[in-house]
């Protein structure tokens, strides 16, 4: 069976490959899996069959042979248990692969994410300030700092591209580009992503959602 995903009918970001859909696209790309889409609005979203696949409203969701998976980290980790490409073969290397992708999204994406939505949920808050703002920016910092100095000079976190890669990148891209380029080493890593073409595959499509303008999708 093809797996079948969702994914935004229309993404806040318009296109520009945020949408945590993309982070599954790109695993099946890696990989070499095809893949069905099918699109769903916001209103979409909060619907009763579609919160039987994700109860909390949410994409993407992943469905294959009678199995639906909700969670980006969890479908992607599924995929590269089932699929080479995105694991080492060897059991310490692959545990430390899957530690990389445990690392990206809670260690490094609460910070971005966090200061991500400070720019929707603070206005007309008293405690919206620079220097409110200004903290969400070092927490961040904090991170991306050690996050650098692990990296170093390595291609990718553990010698080969990996699923820990794959989900880290997602999340660095998630952060202000001129606050990730106070960090040239991890600037060159997201790059060095973002030329592959399993990623350009994935991105493309996406993006090409987004051509026009929305119609019925909130």
Known sequence: MTPKITAFKWSPDGGKGMARDTRVRWALEEVGQPYEVELVSFKQMKQADHRAK?????????????????????????????????????PHARARAITWMFAALSTVEPPIVEREQADFTDPGQPWHSPARFGFLEDRIRVRLKELADYLGDRDWLEGEFTAGDLMMVMVLRRADTWLLAEFPTLAAYVARAEARPAYQRAYAAQAELYSGEPTDSF
Do not use: K, M, V
């Open 54 to 90: 994700h109860p909390f409203g949410q994409i993407p969701t992943y469905e294959e042979d009678g199995q639906t998976l909700f969670e980006s980290g969890s479908i992607i980790l599924h995929i590269a248990e089932r699929h080479a490409g995105l694991l080492p073969t060897d």
